[in-house]
């Protein structure tokens, strides 16, 4: 699929592209014996659109929820434990990020949005971007050329992420690409409501439980009206 709709022609001319396609074929093909295991259903389309994949070898795994996570984790301890961490009033307005890819998370689209919040709900935001960001990553650029450099935090990785959750406000995950998305799973076990995007493996599940902000693609930042404060 990405060879035909990400890629040039002269892409599937090569032998890389040869290589993975008798790689997938191998598995995926209706003379194969491979029993199959995949996160979600949108992939069990795919696989079925290009190979012809029978039904029965195809079996969609239920997304493993970590409620051991967060149950010994007060909520109140924990939205006090986040503000202390980071220097926040009592009454911020926090966003919350976990990833380590900056642009494939959509984390450069959520500085954005931070920028065209209202003036009155902008000076009482902060986004916290928790993840080690690849060296390349221009977070720090961007905020500062958005003008929001003094409301977005990045914290890095971290060890807290499930105190985090619970005293955040809301994850972003607006991704360019994500196969499923343990984090959203994350979220929504922890009462974190979730804006992600369509593309998100795990979207459905968001969409099926009322648990956040689904965006359609193609992307639009215009698009979002909605507060979630």
Known sequence: ARAYHEKSWFYRLGARFRFFRNCEN?????????????????DKAEFQHWYQTPEV???????????????NIDRTSARDYLLKQFSLPQDAHVILTVGSAYIRKG??????????????????TWLLAVG???????????AKRQGVAERCIQ???????????LGADLLAHP????????????AMTAGLPVLLTDVCGYASHVKTAGAGLVLESP???????ISPF
């Not at 598995?27 to 949108?42: A, D, E, K, N, Y």
């Not at 991704?175 to 994350?186: D, P, Q, T, Y």
């Open 219 to 225: 992307y639009n930042l215009s698009l979002i009206h």
């Open 155 to 165: 914290a890095g990785g971290r060890a807290d992420v499930a105190d985090l959750m």
């Open 26 to 42: 191998a598995v995926f093909s209706r003379q194969s014996h491979c029993q199959i295991l995949l996160l979600t259903t949108r």
């Open 132 to 142: 080690e960001y690849e060296s390349s990553s221009s977070f720090a650029k961007d």
């Open 107 to 124: 984390v450069d689209r959520v500085v954005k949005a931070i920028a065209a919040l209202p003036k009155t709900i902008r000076q009482n």
């Open 57 to 71: 070898r195809l079996h969609v795994l239920q997304p493993n929820i970590p409620a051991d996570k967060f149950k």
């Open 175 to 186: 991704a360019r690409s994500e196969l499923a998305g343990l984090v959203i799973i994350e």
